[in-house]
T-cell receptor, first 112, second 115 residues
């Protein structure tokens, strides 16, 4: 069955610290991978996506993610976080079944 | 463009009552999804549709029904609401992966409380 696992449930960082959020998926076929962000009180917005080509994907607001097929991973990174990055981050995967499945999310709190 | 619009934004139901949540998209997307969001559990897929007239079960379909009579609308129904269905419901739509544009666009959410 298709599933997504996010290992970090709650992350607290100081401004300018580096960020890496883990995401592993379970699906044997070709996948599309996504990271979404949800700011407090708002709906989900796309940060970045991968569906083919270069496994290092760059998104908005300085975020990037690397697809490592052998590890079934799609970790999100940012070299230097800002207070405005405080939000909840969701990894998602879509396989051939067309289901778009999300992980349980990671709450990021950035302290000024 | 309005994008994805959910109606209503808030609702309080009594146990056993029924209601329908409406999702409308104006982007001519084939795929539509209904999720519920609960603290610590992320977004869980309830039902989804890959085209007009089609529906399929997601991860947590029990207690919900859906219909996709028109391409732009995806309705989520609760026949007999239960307190366990208290949640925030999100609708999303996307083009099919064949087009390469696989991003899903989300509505603003519906906060439902069942008392």
């Amino acid at each position: 069955a298709q599933s997504v696992s996010q290992h970090n449930h709650h992350v607290i960082l100081s401004e300018a610290a580096s960020l890496e959020l883990g995401c592993n998926y379970s699906y044997g076929g070709t996948v599309n991978l996504f990271w979404y962000v949800q700011y407090p009180g708002q709906h989900l917005q796309l940060l970045l996506k991968y569906f083919s080509g270069d496994p290092l994907v760059k998104g908005i607001k300085g975020f990037e993610a690397e697809f490592i097929k052998s590890k079934f991973s799609f970790n999100l990174r940012k070299p230097s976080v800002q207070w405005s990055d405080t939000a909840e981050y969701f990894c998602a995967v879509r396989g051939a079944t067309n289901k778009l499945i999300f992980g349980t999310g990671t709450l990021l709190a950035v302290q000024p | 463009n309005a994008g994805v619009t959910q109606t209503p934004k808030f609702r309080v139901l009594k146990t056993g009552q029924s209601m329908t949540l409406l999702c409308a998209q104006d982007m001519n997307h084939e795929y539509m999804y209904w999720y519920r969001q609960d603290p610590g559990m992320g977004l869980r897929l309830i039902h989804y549709s890959v085209g007009e007239g089609t529906t399929a079960k997601g991860e947590v379909p029990d207690g919900y029904n859906v219909s996709r009579l028109k391409k732009q609308n995806f309705l989520l129904g609760l026949e007999s609401a239960a307190p366990s269905q208290t949640s925030v419901y999100f609708c999303a739509s996307s083009p099919p992966p064949l087009d390469g544009y696989t991003e899903a666009f989300f509505g603003q959410g519906t906060r439902l409380t069942v008392v």
